[in-house]
């Protein structure tokens, strides 16, 4: 067996213009070591086919058909040759573990072959903690931990670059850890402990720091993301020691060798391969080199495929950077480099054979099979090669098995000719939104960070219809279904060719609105459509008023009384009723004509969180709950006139409704939240009298605080909106 096999079945892919920038969860809730589940369910991922940005793809040296994966922000992946998928290996990271869904770095020991690592850390921000190292003697099935006390960046510049971390070739019991901005740490007893070496670079509290570890022959290479491009300021250090660095000896120097992003080494020629940008990347780069080190004799020769800067055939200027490296292990002198940040001739991987004498390249020729992801077409006729191609692999027991990453997928070859997502297993998308239609051939509509709003017409298929388009959105702000009449939807996002659209035959097809207030273009948000779809409430902002529409977009009128930046709630019964949540004041309001007016109902409730939830039940006029995260969770029954506090629950971050159990007149609630001190997922089947935990924990998935809504036509079943690893849905076991 051999990995990667392109069969159709294998064959699962999503897409983002852009890396999985996500809205971060400021404060949590209290959550302790999960408890065990009090209702066995079965968790699997809808399929929407990676989605998010891949920063690294690791070969094993020697062991055939075994991968790892990383992203930013939706944790490390092993791939499982035997049933041709990507397994995850962070799920079991819980509530209060968000931060470290973002994988810095990974690394193997050639050694042996069952021992991975693993480097998270997802923002070196002040708000974000500190980062932490997982190592597995088991291939990532179990996993000891070793906090850091210093913090990683996996969802920041240079997120592509690396690998980080690194087994000494010399010695499996060290392990290198190169940082941002605490300089180059070291470990004795893989990994156990860490503690900062001498290193020759500086580093600073805003820098890149080690952007690269890469082991050649006995010798450790580092590159140094904080150099001005000269002499005086190296960019590579190495030591053969394992104790003293040295600045590399007659290093390219210059703008187009400013930053090393990635380093291969071939054993066979004893070269070491360096790709640099003038930036980390993966945006901001518009200059790049690659080089070669002869390390037997200390030769330095530039191997540059093509030199950026040139002139495009509409007068632009071709600018881009190199990214990802990647050589042969069978056949000396054949390395693969991609360029990256190309956005006017579009990225390639070059290829050469003679050791960067000549260069081909690998897009002019390449036929790209997007069929069970038709998303990755973008709304239009056909696939783009790349962008953001920073992780490139090459199989060491295949030598035309080539992968790359992109900003939404992983690519593969066994020809270098046909090229086709090699992604199944893997959904990194950030969700914003769920809808679970009450009839219909959909049974979900998800909106996401990057890559719009799906149609789901099978949770276990990436969407036939790809995203949605007409227009085409990125990033996804509002998705709302008319709840007396469920075949008409409304979507809110950004996007260059409108913000709104319209659905009548359940979200399959979209128009855009005929009109848009000036501000949807610069501040696009929530949206919602009343229970007969008669009406639209679009909102802004907290500085901009809320908009409201009577005749399906064409013409929009200002709501001055609509609370500014609130997202509006319609009634699922009465088309005449809307509520809306001012988290800046802690106030409900509602309105009875329609969302023409809106009027203060209950005061006095928490504020000053914008992640607060209002919720209506289905089927019911104006029986609203209200989860105001660490503040619990409210209901009201009068419409908002009163709120009275749900006791059973401690805290509620999101919640929403899916079928009634057999027997009870109230529909089944699905919260994240905790009903005493440990942040989860529960259901209640008793209108939130008693609730019983669902998820465990090996599936806790980081912070899942943005959506929550049961199938109103499949009783136990519940979608979650992660922030990473996608939708995950569950069902009784």
């Given at each position: 067996?051999?990995?990667?096999?392109?069969?159709?079945?294998?064959?699962?892919?999503?897409?983002?213009?852009?890396?999985?920038?996500v809205?971060?969860?400021?404060?949590?809730g209290?959550?302790?070591?999960?408890?065990?589940?009090?209702t066995?369910?079965?968790?699997?991922?809808?399929?929407?086919g990676?989605?998010?940005f891949?920063t690294?793809?690791l070969?094993?040296?020697?062991?055939?058909?075994?991968?790892?994966l990383?992203?930013?922000?939706?944790?490390?992946?092993?791939?499982?040759?035997?049933?041709?998928r990507?397994i995850?290996?962070?799920?079991?990271?819980?509530?209060?573990?968000?931060?470290?869904l973002?994988?810095?770095?990974?690394?193997?020991?050639?050694?042996?072959?069952?021992?991975v690592?693993?480097?998270?850390?997802?923002?070196?921000?002040?708000?974000a903690?500190?980062?932490?190292?997982?190592?597995?003697e088991?291939r990532?099935?179990s996993?000891?931990?070793?906090?850091?006390?210093?913090k990683?960046?996996?969802?920041?510049?240079?997120?592509?670059?690396?690998?980080?971390?690194?087994?000494?070739?010399?010695?499996?019991?060290?392990?290198?850890?190169?940082t941002?901005h605490?300089?180059?740490?070291?470990?004795?007893?893989?990994g156990?402990?860490?503690?900062?070496?001498?290193f020759?670079?500086?580093?600073?509290?805003?820098?890149?720091?080690?952007?690269?570890l890469?082991a050649?022959?006995?010798?450790v290479?580092?590159?140094?993301?904080?150099s001005d491009?000269?002499?005086?300021?190296?960019?590579?250090?190495?030591?053969?020691?394992?104790?003293t660095?040295?600045?590399?000896?007659?290093?390219?120097?210059?703008?187009?060798?400013?930053?090393?992003?990635?380093?291969?080494?071939?054993?066979?020629t004893?070269?070491?391969?360096?790709t640099?940008a003038?930036?980390?990347?993966?945006?901001?780069?518009?200059?790049g080199?690659?080089?070669?080190?002869?390390?037997?004799?200390?030769k330095?020769?530039?191997?540059?495929?093509?030199?950026?800067?040139?002139?495009?055939?509409?007068?632009?200027?071709?600018s881009?950077?190199?990214?990802?490296?990647?050589?042969?292990?069978?056949?000396?002198?054949?390395?693969?480099?991609?360029t990256n940040?190309?956005?006017?001739?579009i990225?390639t991987?070059?290829?050469t054979?003679d050791g960067?004498?000549?260069?081909?390249?690998?897009?002019?020729?390449?036929?790209?099979d997007?069929?069970e992801?038709?998303?990755?077409?973008?709304?239009?006729?056909k696939?783009?090669?790349g962008?953001?191609?920073?992780?490139?692999?090459?199989?060491?027991y295949?030598s035309?098995?080539?992968?790359?990453?992109?900003?939404?997928?992983?690519?593969?070859?066994?020809?270098l000719?046909?090229?086709?997502?090699?992604i199944?297993?893997?959904?990194?998308?950030s969700?914003?939104?769920?809808?679970?239609?009450?009839t219909?051939?959909?049974?979900?509509?998800?909106?996401?960070?990057?890559?719009?709003?799906?149609?789901?017409?099978?949770?276990?298929?990436?969407?036939?219809?790809g995203?949605?388009?007409?227009?085409?959105?990125?990033?996804?702000?509002?998705?709302?279904l008319a709840?007396?009449?469920?075949?008409?939807?409304v979507r809110?996002?950004?996007?260059?060719?409108g913000?709104?659209?319209?659905?009548?035959?359940?979200?399959?097809?979209w128009?855009?609105?005929?009109?848009?207030?000036?501000?949807?273009?610069?501040?696009p948000?929530?949206?919602?459509?009343?229970?007969?779809?008669s009406?639209?409430?679009w909102?802004f902002?907290?500085?901009?008023?809320?908009?409201r529409?009577?005749?399906n977009?064409?013409?929009?009128?200002?709501?001055?009384?609509?609370?500014?930046?609130?997202?509006?709630?319609?009634?699922p019964?009465d088309?005449?009723?809307?509520?809306?949540?001012?988290?800046?004041?802690?106030?409900?309001f509602?309105s009875?004509?329609?969302?023409?007016?809106?009027?203060?109902?209950?005061?006095?409730?928490?504020?000053?969180?914008?992640?607060?939830?209002?919720?209506?039940?289905?089927?019911?006029?104006?029986?609203?709950?209200?989860?105001l995260?660490?503040?619990?969770?409210?209901?009201?029954?009068?419409?908002?006139?009163?709120?009275?506090?749900?006791?059973?629950?401690?805290?509620?971050?999101?919640?929403?409704?899916?079928?009634?159990?057999?027997?009870?007149?109230?529909?089944?609630?699905?919260?994240?939240?905790?009903?005493e001190?440990?942040?989860?997922?529960y259901?209640?089947?008793?209108?939130?009298?008693?609730?019983?935990?669902?998820?465990?924990?090996?599936?806790?998935?980081?912070?899942?605080?943005?959506?929550?809504?049961?199938?109103?036509?499949v009783?136990?079943?519940?979608?979650?909106?992660?922030n990473?690893?996608?939708v995950?849905?569950?069902?009784p076991?």
């Amino acid at each position: 067996m051999s990995t990667f096999h392109l069969s159709r079945r294998s064959v699962l892919a999503g897409t983002a213009a852009a890396a999985a920038v996500v809205s971060l969860p400021m404060a949590q809730g209290r959550a302790q070591a999960a408890a065990p589940a009090g209702t066995a369910y079965r968790w699997r991922n809808v399929v929407q086919g990676g989605t998010g940005f891949i920063t690294g793809v690791l070969f094993h040296p020697s062991v055939r058909g075994l991968a790892y994966l990383r992203t930013d922000i939706g944790g490390a992946y092993r791939w499982d040759d035997r049933t041709d998928r990507w397994i995850p290996l962070t799920d079991h990271l819980g509530w209060d573990d968000w931060n470290l869904l973002g994988v810095e770095a990974m690394a193997v020991d050639p050694a042996h072959p069952n021992r991975v690592y693993l480097a998270l850390g997802t923002y070196a921000q002040s708000w974000a903690g500190n980062g932490a190292v997982l190592r597995s003697e088991d291939r990532g099935s179990s996993w000891k931990r070793t906090d850091l006390t210093v913090k990683l960046g996996a969802n920041e510049d240079g997120r592509g670059c690396g690998e980080r971390l690194l087994v000494d070739p010399r010695d499996s019991d060290t392990l290198w850890l190169g940082t941002r901005h605490d300089g180059l740490l070291k470990s004795t007893d893989r990994g156990a402990t860490f503690k900062a070496v001498s290193f020759p670079a500086t580093p600073s509290a805003t820098g890149q720091g080690v952007t690269l570890l890469v082991a050649a022959g006995r010798s450790v290479y580092a590159g140094w993301g904080d150099s001005d491009g000269t002499a005086g300021q190296p960019s590579l250090y190495r030591t053969s020691d394992g104790t003293t660095w040295e600045p590399v000896p007659g290093q390219p120097t210059g703008t187009a060798a400013k930053v090393p992003i990635r380093a291969a080494y071939d054993k066979h020629t004893r070269e070491l391969y360096v790709t640099y940008a003038n930036a980390p990347g993966p945006n901001g780069q518009s200059d790049g080199s690659v080089h070669k080190l002869r390390t037997t004799s200390g030769k330095w020769t530039e191997i540059t495929p093509v030199k950026p800067g040139g002139a495009t055939s509409d007068g632009g200027t071709d600018s881009f950077g190199y990214g990802g490296c990647a050589v042969d292990a069978r056949r000396p002198g054949t390395v693969v480099v991609s360029t990256n940040n190309r956005w006017s001739l579009i990225d390639t991987l070059y290829r050469t054979t003679d050791g960067g004498r000549t260069w081909t390249s690998l897009k002019d020729r390449a036929v790209l099979d997007v069929t069970e992801t038709p998303y990755l077409n973008w709304g239009g006729d056909k696939p783009k090669f790349g962008w953001w191609i920073q992780a490139v692999g090459l199989d060491p027991y295949d030598s035309r098995h080539v992968v790359y990453g992109t900003g939404a997928t992983l690519y593969g070859t066994r020809d270098l000719k046909h090229w086709a997502p090699q992604i199944r297993g893997v959904e990194e998308a950030s969700i914003r939104q769920l809808v679970s239609p009450p009839t219909g051939q959909a049974h979900l509509l998800s909106g996401s960070g990057d890559i719009g709003v799906m149609y789901h017409e099978r949770l276990t298929a990436s969407p036939s219809r790809g995203m949605a388009s007409n227009p085409v959105f990125g990033t996804a702000t509002g998705l709302s279904l008319a709840a007396a009449k469920p075949s008409y939807v409304v979507r809110a996002g950004w996007g260059d060719h409108g913000n709104g659209a319209f659905s009548n035959d359940g979200g399959k097809t979209w128009t855009p609105f005929k009109a848009q207030p000036d501000v949807a273009k610069s501040a696009p948000g929530p949206i919602a459509t009343n229970a007969d779809g008669s009406v639209l409430l679009w909102s802004f902002g907290t500085a901009n008023p809320g908009y409201r529409s009577a005749d399906n977009g064409a013409s929009w009128s200002e709501v001055a009384s609509f609370p500014k930046g609130a997202a509006p709630v319609p009634d699922p019964v009465d088309p005449a009723r809307f509520y809306a949540f001012d988290t800046t004041t802690g106030t409900l309001f509602a309105s009875t004509d329609s969302g023409k007016t809106f009027t203060a109902r209950a005061t006095g409730l928490a504020s000053g969180d914008s992640e607060f939830q209002l919720t209506a039940a289905p089927g019911r006029t104006g029986d609203l709950w209200l989860s105001l995260k660490g503040n619990g969770l409210y209901r009201s029954t009068d419409g908002g006139a009163t709120f009275a506090e749900v006791s059973s629950c401690h805290a509620s971050h999101t919640l929403g409704f899916g079928k009634a159990a057999r027997g009870a007149s109230y529909p089944a609630i699905y919260m994240v939240g905790s009903t005493e001190t440990i942040t989860a997922v529960y259901r209640s089947d008793d209108e939130a009298k008693t609730w019983r935990r669902i998820n465990d924990e090996k599936h806790q998935w980081g912070w899942i605080g943005a959506a929550i809504t049961g199938d109103p036509r499949v009783y136990g079943r519940v979608y979650i909106a992660t922030n990473g690893r996608g939708v995950q849905y569950g069902e009784p076991v």
